[in-house]
């Protein structure tokens, strides 16, 4: 038995998500019904029956992450579609992972670590974020997540260039005697 499969079965079932809800993501992530089925036995008796998830908001789809796992810290199933690289974590560090409440980010403050934690958000961060917080689907996730990149990279690429517009015309535009070094003649 999978551990993470056990935690992640007794977490929702403690949370009053439908037994139905889990096993659908369950097996939309690949587990096999085998597998899923032994965990339940596994979590034993009486499964709670209500139709919503307790402290999670209503939409007029439905419930807001009902049933896809995430939001559940360690005990989250990463479906596929999250798991990769991500530009947004790797670029915009803590910003990002204050946004996200992944606070290991704030890692990045400390030296000689920072640079393992830069990476790390750049592997993991989308993992993390998608255990953090409840997200609708996994196309909802993966909306906000390039909207992250985007700004990433623009906040990263526009800067530096237009410091090296400025410098450029600074000196164009700056008149030869201030880059003149020589000393007046003297007569």
Not at 5 to 32: R, S
Not at 103 to 128: A, C, D, H, Q, Y
Not at 170 to 184: M, N, R
């Amino acid at each position: 038995m999978n551990e993470q499969l056990f935690a992640y079965v007794t977490d929702g079932l403690a949370k009053g998500i439908k037994k139905e809800a889990l096993e659908a993501n369950l097996l939309k992530a690949g587990w096999q019904k085998e597998v899923v089925d032994q965990a339940f036995a596994q979590a034993g008796g009486s499964f709670p029956g209500s139709s919503t998830l307790s402290g999670i908001p209503q939409t007029a789809q439905g419930v807001v992450g009902a049933g896809n796992g995430s939001g559940l810290g360690s005990a989250s199933v990463i479906p596929p579609g999250v798991s990769g690289w991500g530009w947004g974590p790797f670029l915009l560090t803590w910003i990002w992972g204050i946004a996200h409440k992944v606070w290991i980010s704030l890692l990045i403050f400390i030296p000689f670590i920072g640079w393992i934690m830069w990476i790390m958000l750049g592997v993991k961060g989308r993992e993390w974020a998608w255990r953090a917080q409840r997200w609708e689907s996994v196309d909802h996730f993966n909306r906000v997540q390039r909207k992250w990149s985007m700004w990433g990279v623009i906040l990263s690429v526009i800067p530096p260039f237009a410091i090296l517009l400025i410098f450029m015309i600074l000196v164009l535009f700056a008149g030869p005697s201030s880059l003149d070094t020589t000393p007046p003649p003297i007569y």
